[in-house]
């Protein structure tokens, strides 16, 4: 079921950024975005893109003070053949539903949504960079907007979708991050909201954050918040270790994000005959491959992060380097492969090439 779209283009185009070299993440936002507004008594009404600006939002809204806030992260590419694609988008919006059952916010038709991802996208084409490692960001986001304070599910909620022309997330680009695995605070617990894309998720993470970095680190790794031993992601990424030539991955318990950069690695490691471990893995078992030498390589995977190698990681005072700092031939593989489909260099065997329109 599609929804309607009301397009309203500006008047007043931005010019493109120049040198895409230097996009960073997140920065830079194009000329139109996609609103619609949900009540329980109407459902959804009032699709429609309008140019890029400020959102009015009543100052009781639910998403101030409650954290009522869901949202999305996928990409539309630049193929060598010069057209606009997406990657797998039907598992975000699988996603942003999984996560709107959580924060009990309303659903959206999958058909739908894609139609106004399309939409969006193909109306911001231009926007779609052409240099290498680029992508035009979509960050589809969803709140509950009732006018007033009460703690409760919420009857009226919006949804907004920007656009963001983007290069690597981190500023180490494709060499290795260091990581910080944290041993203070915790992010999620099972039985919260981990495993939902929810704005409050990443508030929680603050702190340890600006720790890590004041340490001079790139990212904290997050231990689970029961047993504060297993592994569990990054954040901005899930995470990936190659040992005795296996792959471990921490399980999608409840308290991580089933990311689709993830759950792509995994198909593909899989394909090329890797034994993919998808279980509880403690810290302790983590530097006990370490000092062993059999922690060969370790990655994060994500859609900003994309493949990024980790090339150190620091834990309660000792600090291990992995790879040698630097990125291993598996984590390339996966970058390469994953990359070269989304670019159109490699044929998508897999059909999770979602084509938009013509560059
Ligand atoms: C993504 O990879 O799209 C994310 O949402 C991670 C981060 C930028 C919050």
Redesign the pocket.
Known sequence: MKYDIKITKTATPKAKPVDESKLG?GRVFTDHMFMMNWSDKKGWYDGRIVPFGDIPIHPASTVLHYGAEI????KAYRTVKDEIVMFRPTENIKRLNNSAERLCLPALDEEGCLDILKTLVELEKDWVPHADGTAL?LRPYLIGNDPHLGVHAVHEALFVVICSPVGA?YAEGINPVKIAIESQDVRAVRGGTGYA?CGGN?AASLRAGQRAENAGYTQVLWLDGVDRKYIEEV???NVMFKIDGKIVTPALTGSVLPGITRKSCVELLKDWGYQVEERLFSVDELFDAAKNGKLEEAWGT????VISPIGKLFYQGNEYVVSNNEIGALTQKLYDNLTGIQWGKLPDDKGWIEFVCKG
Not at 71 to 74: K, T, Y
């Open positions: 993440f949202f999305e992260g996928m960001y997330y894309k990443y954040g901005s990424m994500g859609t900003a992060a």
